[in-house]
């Protein structure tokens, strides 16, 4: 090998000895570099969880505080006392619907009571006799001279139907007619009446007021429609 060989391979091994320790170098630092990034992260991890924990700790502690400052015994006298407050200013309770149908019954009976007169009888088909002082005449539509008629659908014989049925605790359509005729003389009428199931049974006696209508005056509850009319 010529001497200019040789030169030419020491220079060849010094470069690649060279470039090899740049290489080593360059690992170095980038492994330095890693490592202080992970550092870092390290530290950063550790200041985010260590703020938390400072946060829940601060939080507990004043809820802590404010319980403290407000014992549960305090709260539950406090809230007693508001509660007494409000029903103080309520107003009274209203009385329920049972109790209010059954004080409107009573007021009524004892109203009627003082109206109603109740009366035996003699006669065997008849339970007892009603009258009531305010009993009224159903106002008549009719003018002029009264004709009395039973034609059905006749104004006349309407208004009687409808004094009636003014008079007894039944209902038109709940009902059956049984009978409306005279009474003894074209002023007054007499009809029989059952509910539908013949338990209840009355006899109506009405009476015309000249320029008001027919009037009811006498109502007979029956034992029997037998003989009744």
């Known amino acids: 090998m ?3 060989e040789n030169k030419l391979t020491k220079r060849s091994q010094q470069t690649s000895r060279t470039h090899r320790r740049n290489l080593n170098k360059m690992d170095k630092t980038l492994n330095y570099l890693i490592a202080i990034v992970s550092i870092l992260i390290v530290i950063t991890l550790m200041v985010i969880f260590i703020g938390n924990d400072d946060k829940d700790t601060n939080e507990i502690a004043k809820e802590q505080q404010e319980n403290t400052e407000s014992p549960v015994g305090q709260a539950t006298e406090d809230d007693e ?7 103080a200013q ?3 309770s209203e009385p329920n619907e049972a109790e209010s149908e059954e004080t409107e019954t009573t007021e009524t009976e004892q109203e009627d009571s003082g109206k109603v007169t109740v009366n035996a009888s003699t006669d065997p088909i008849v339970k ?7 009993w009224q005449p159903y106002t008549t539509a009719q003018s002029g001279s009264h004709v009395s008629t039973f034609k059905k659908g006749h104004i ?3 208004e009687k139907l409808g004094a009636i049925y ?3 605790p039944l209902a038109k359509e709940d009902s059956i007619l049984l009978r409306v005729q005279n009474n003894g003389n074209a002023s007054s009428a007499i009809a029989v009446v059952t509910s539908k199931d013949k338990q209840s049974k009355y006899r109506v006696s009405i009476q015309w007021v ?3 209508g027919w009037k009811p005056i006498l109502v007979e509850v029956l034992n029997s429609l037998e003989g009744a009319y």
């Not at 006392?81 to 029903?87: L, N, T, Y």
């Open 2 to 4: 010529t001497e200019e």
């Open 210 to 212: 000249d320029g008001q």
């Open 166 to 168: 003014s008079a007894i």
């Open 90 to 92: 309520e107003p009274a």
């Open 156 to 158: 006349d014989y309407e």
């Open 81 to 87: 006392q508001e509660e007494q407050e409000d029903e």
């Open 128 to 134: 007892e006799v009603w009258q009531n002082e305010s």
